[in-house]
């Protein structure tokens, strides 16, 4: 996790996240703030946090850094080529090497080099990654390119399940981490928003097919950030970590079945919501093993 110190709505990402609200004045305070309360919640309740600082004054989403690199069992990591272009600033080797000393890694990956050709692909913020079924699903979008998506999927061995999806009005979902939150037992997934029935099926059934209660989102959950989820190894057992806004916005339904297999952990970051992301973006999760 990385703790902004300049934060503020990017005008860079504004025009294709409909997530995304204008900054009100200087609120790097509250941002700050926010995170510090996040990484301490987590912590009380058992995860592993590694929180960087911002050394940058010019990246302000740098608090969303699951978009840069994404972690893999086996020792392997990648590094992923950005859109907007102070975005590309963001990735650090620090962060990299922290890796390679705590945690066993077999190979960094970086396709960063392709931004220079036009591609993108915004790690798990483009691609929603099922470990268990082996299965990257993702949204359609110029954060997500089709030809470096297989290239991706080739290497680290997953099947590409890709599909167009659209808010209410009619705005193409920027990022499938906005759209779907995959547990070990469960799905949250807003299946309405995917354009096709033939997809929107496919997605649901391959879901299933591991045993997961898939959890319908409405288009206005979605905008809440409750399909923004992440699970977490916590000390007693799984945890589902989510905006406090988002549990707000879920059913009693939904909350008795995601109680199921994981406890709720909401976090309150209203202002680190306003730059279109929420609690998953800001957590670029560990799967390697440890050191000893």
């Not at 591991?210 to 699970?231: S, Y």
């Amino acid at each position: 996790m990385i703790r902004p110190h300049h934060f503020h709505s990017n005008p860079e990402t504004r025009g294709d996240n409909a997530y995304q609200r204008d900054s009100v004045g200087d609120v790097s305070a509250l941002a700050r703030a926010e995170f510090d309360a996040v990484v301490a919640t987590l912590r009380s309740h058992g995860v592993t946090v590694h929180d960087f600082d911002d050394t940058s004054t010019e990246t302000p989403d740098s608090v969303f850094p699951n978009n840069w690199f994404s972690t893999h069992a086996g020792g392997h990591v990648a590094i992923y080529p950005m859109y907007a272009a102070n975005r590309r600033r963001e990735r650090r080797w620090d962060v990299i090497d922290l890796l390679k000393t705590r945690y066993r890694v077999q190979d960094v990956i970086d396709y960063s080099g392709l931004e220079h050709d036009g591609l993108a692909l915004e790690g798990t913020g483009a691609m929603v990654l099922d470990h268990i079924g082996r299965v990257a699903y993702v949204a359609r979008s110029h954060r997500a390119d089709p030809v470096l998506l297989e290239r991706f999927c080739t290497n680290f061995n997953f099947e590409p399940i890709a599909f167009d999806a659209a808010d209410a009005e009619g705005k193409a979902v920027y990022h499938t981490n906005v759209l779907m939150a995959i547990g070990t037992s469960c799905a949250l997934v807003g299946l309405d928003m995917i354009s096709d029935p033939t997809r929107r099926a496919m997605v649901h059934d391959r879901l299933t097919e591991t045993g997961r209660d898939v959890i319908a989102l409405t288009p206005h959950q979605i905008g809440e950030f409750a399909g923004n989820a992440i699970e977490l190894e916590g000390k007693d057992g799984l945890i589902l970590a989510l905006s406090a806004r988002a549990l707000a916005a879920l059913t009693p339904d939904q909350i008795r079945r995601i109680r199921a297999s994981a406890e709720i952990v909401p976090l309150d970051i209203p202002t680190i919501e306003t730059a279109g992301g929420s609690v998953r973006c800001m957590i670029a999760g560990l799967h390697l093993s440890r050191r000893t």
